[in-house]
Each structure stands twice: as structure tokens, then as C-alpha cells.
């Protein structure tokens, strides 16, 4: 045998048993289990119930945040946003593109999701509204303007609402560019933004209706179960962000574990959720393919337990078995019966 | 009792096989009404609990897919089972940990065992997306965020590409056939390798002086003795 196969092949002088037997009732002691998990189940669900937060809708989202609503679309429309810089499989940018050392997998696999947060998000849902002369007007000004041009008009009218939104995740003054008017919202742009208003105001509207969220479900065909457009937007926003915060989901609040309420999510995923809290993979922009090589490797070790020279042996000089068969090693103790 | 029937033709398939799983686990070995005395220990209870717990797991789920993955959110009776659900998820987690770790401090792949420890460590492991997918096909805001922050990994390794977590419909299948059978086979591989391999026995088993120290085995008498004892 080779040296590896000696290594591997732990020494094991594990002897079939040739001792006493006693009475066991597999089927009973299942069946009592069985109640026993069922009575469990039932106690806890009587006591604690299961969490169930209504989910949040595009339609909430732009009532209830008009301003974050409009900063995320323009971004969409300027392929400024999370998404639309995202990379594979969604698109074929590069921000949130991981790597470790040689390894790409996620460029590997390419692109089997697209999306195109111009069309998809934006110009799409606005061509489903009819009888807007001014919409009709302003979409056609811009799909026939140069990409350049797009973008600086996205950029003019981007620019306020993003001094906005920094200025209130400071907790400073915003400057009086962006208000809220009538569930309308006004922006001063310093440079033209040229037929972007009107189109954001009209998707502000739609969204309102609930039109965007059902536009963004819109598939070749007529039953469809893909979340994926309304899902990503959505997370371009702060809504959802904002909801989880207040629950304790985000990843610097170990979210990875946690579920809405004081309920105990997935308690299992805590030495994965732990890895993020750790550097280098606390800052790292590759912290999740880092954290998921960890946890591979971690539970590829943790299947070969028995093959691993070290870990296989940490069982027999820590003597916890000792209390597991303490009844065995008593009676092998005891002085012999005599008859 | 009449003897059984010779098999018409010894060479088909059919008998090879049936011949082969009963010289594997003989019935007295698959149902076996007795044990070695040294399995004494309120740590055994936590493998057949965490079978009990996937019994009531999927129970419950059947009762959902029944009706199908909205009807829990707008019912009281859906919601109670529901919280089943979640609540013998929780338990199932939590008894199959102890009992991993039970398993552990046993040594319990000794004696050509490994087999027993890598089954049940594959299914702790395909238990977890099996739970994941669960997250994600809640239809709540929990599977909102849960799906939209976990797709980032996914992504990051390419597995996104093929196993969308935004994608409720693929999710939801996912979650309600295809993991489920992977961890029941898991679970029915694992069981039927400790009734083949037996309970494994304690360290510094010496099997001399036990057997001459020990009076015979009583009523019932002992089970044909367990295949692969011997590393």
C-alpha cells in the first residue's frame, strides 16, 4: 500500500461484539419518537407561532419612498445601479465579478440571466402606458439620443437625489434640490436632464399603480414564476434594506442566521455567517467566493472525518465516551459474579 | 412453516438481487429486538429523534404542497401548519447536531464504519440547502431578503447561473421534491448501513475478556454478528 493509503487507513482494533444482548423495540422506540417530535412541534408552534412579514411591492415601495424609488430607477436608466453593474450571470459588467487567486467560476459561467436595467426597468414598463403624448414624446428624444447624451441627462438628474440620499444617510442638511409634491417628485437639476424628468415621473406614477411590478413580470409566456426583475430592482432601492436592518438581517448583523421577529432562522449557518465577520473577508469585495472555499473545504474535512490522521483520534485521548458507555465500563470494573 | 420456493431460474437478476440484500440485512438484522448491552445512553435517542423529525418535517410539508404555497399565509390552519414546519425544521437541526456529535466523540466510524459517518455528514450538509430553499420559497419578506442577499454567493461561485434564488418557481421544486428525496435517501443509506455494520462498539472493546467474563447472551439470543466488524 502506498504511504498516503498507510496514512489514510487508520489502525482500528474495533472487534465485533461477542457480549450480552438486552431486549430493544426498534419499532416502539420510533414510534415514541415520533410522538415525542410531534408533541414538541405542536407545543412550540402553540407557544411561538411562525414568523410571516408581508412582503414589500414595488408599488409600496414608490408610495411610501417616492424619492428612493426615482433614485434607483434613473440609476437603472443610466446602468449606474447594483444591478446594472453587477456582472454575470445578470449582465456583462464587472463590480460585483468575484474571484479567488486563478479561479473565476462566476465569469466562467457567463451570463444566463440577462438584464438590460434600461429596458427592463425602465423604458420597458413606460412603453406599456398608453395615450401620453408627452411620455410617447419623451421616449422617443431619448432612445433617438446618442449614448452619451443619455447618460449626462441621467447624470443631471441623478446627481441631486444622490446628495440627497448621502446627505440623509449622514444625518446632514440636504440641499434643497429634491422635494416631494403631491406623491410627485421635483428635482432641480443645474443641467438639462432632458426628457428624463417626464419619464421618471411617469414610471414614479405607474410604480404607484402597481404597473412596474407587474410589467417586470411579464414573460414569454402567460403563467410565469421567475422574481428575478421586480426582486433585483427592488434591492437597488433602500426599502427592503431599510425593513431588514430593523430585523437584524443584514450580514454585519449576523443576518445570515436570523429570520424577521425573535424567531431562530438558520442557527445551523453560523460558522458560515461567522467567516463574514472576520478579516480579511470583512472588507474583502471576494468575501462570499472566500467564505464559500472556507466552508467547502471545511465540509469536504468534516465528511473524511474518519480518513483524517489528527481529528479521527481526538475521540479516544479526550474520554467523553467514558460517560457515553459509563454503564459498560462499570460493569467491565465490577468484580465477576460469583455463582 | 413450508420451506421457501427454489428460484425457477438462480441466474436472473431478480434472485441475484434478493439474494444479495438478504445476505446484506438479513430481516433479524434489519428489525433486530435486541442490542449490545453497552448501547445504554440517552445519546443513542438523538439518531431516532432526528428521523422522527424529518417524519414530521415532511408531513407537514405534504400538508402544505397540498394546498399549495400560498394558502398558509391567508388561513389559520395553514399557518399552524406552517409553524409545524419551521418548528421541526428547527428540531431536526438541532437533534441531528447532537447526534453528529455524539457520533463523534464515539469514534463512531471505527470497525469499517466510515460509510455510516459519511452518509450522515452528507446529509447534514444537503439538509442545508434543503432548508434554504425552503427560506426563499416563503412568498414573505423573509424570502425577499433571504433570496436577494444570498444570490451574491451563489453568484460568486457561478453556481447562480444554474440555481436562481430569485427564482421562486425552481426554488420552490427544489424545495419540495428534489432535495427532499436526496435527504431521505441520504437517511434511508444511513440507516441501513448501521443495522448492516451494527452499533459501533466501545473503545478498548477487549472482546476476550468480555466474553468470558459476561454470562451467555440471553433471550433474545444475538443477532448474526455485524458484517465488517474488522477494519
Known sequence: ??????????????????????????????????????????????????????????AQWSQQKPADFVTAAVKELDGASGTAEYGPPYNHNSTSVQHFLLLHPQRWLGVSHPIDTEKDFVVGPLETIPN????????????????????????????????????E??????????????????????????????????????????????????????FQTDYTKPLLFMADGGLLAERAEGQHLLGKQ?????????????????????????????SSPNADIQVLLIMSVLSLAFICVPLIPGVRSIPRRIPIYRLIWREHYRSLEAPPETS | MSAPPTPLRPSSWTVRVREAAVEALPPERLLPDGQPTYVASWIYVFGVASIASLIVIVTSGSILALKGP???????????????????????????????????????WRGGRTRVWVTGAITFLVAVPTALTGYVSQQNFDAQWISTQAKDAMNSVGVGSFFNLTNFGQMYSYHVLLLPVAVIALVIAHVLLVRRHGVVPPFELDAQRVSSRAPAPESPPAPPAPAGGQS
Open chain 1, 1 to 58: 500500500m502506498s504511504r498516503l493509503g498507510d496514512l489514510l487507513k487508520s489502525k482500528d482494533d474495533t472487534q465485533p461484539w461477542k457480549g450480552r444482548y438486552a431486549h430493544y423495540d426498534l419499532v416502539k422506540e420510533a414510534s415514541i419518537a415520533v410522538g415525542v417530535i410531534t408533541l414538541l412541534a405542536i407545543l412550540l408552534t402553540v407557544l411561538l407561532s411562525s414568523p410571516d412579514d408581508k412582503p414589500s411591492t414595488i
Open chain 1, 132 to 167: 401620453d403624448p408627452a411620455l410617447t414624446a419623451a421616449l422617443a428624444q431619448y432612445k433617438a439620443a446618442p449614448e452619451k447624451q443619455k447618460k449626462e441627462w441621467a447624470e443631471a438628474y441623478a446627481k441631486p437625489l444622490e446628495e440627497t440620499a448621502t446627505a
Open chain 1, 169 to 222: 444617510e449622514e444625518k446632514k442638511a440636504p440641499p434643497n434640490t429634491v422635494s416631494e409634491s403631491n406623491g410627485t417628485v421635483i428635482v432641480k437639476t443645474s443641467g438639462s436632464a432632458g426628457p428624463v424628468p417626464v419619464m421618471m415621473a411617469r414610471l414614479l406614477a405607474l410604480a404607484k399603480s402597481g404597473g412596474v411590478d407587474g410589467s417586470l413580470l411579464t414573460s414569454k409566456q402567460f
Open chain 1, 254 to 282: 449576523w443576518g445570515l442566521m436570523n429570520e424577521t421577529g425573535s424567531y431562530p432562522g438558520q442557527p445551523w449557518l453560523w460558522l458560515y455567517a461567522l467567516w463574514y465577520q472576520v478579516e480579511p473577508m470583512k
Open chain 2, 70 to 108: 400560498a394558502w398558509w399565509h391567508y388561513t389559520g390552519v395553514g399557518h399552524f401548519f406552517n409553524s409545524i414546519h419551521l418548528w421541526s425544521v428547527e428540531l431536526f437541526f438541532f437533534v441531528m447536531v447532537v447526534h453528529l456529535w455524539g457520533k463523534y466523540w464515539m469514534a463512531a
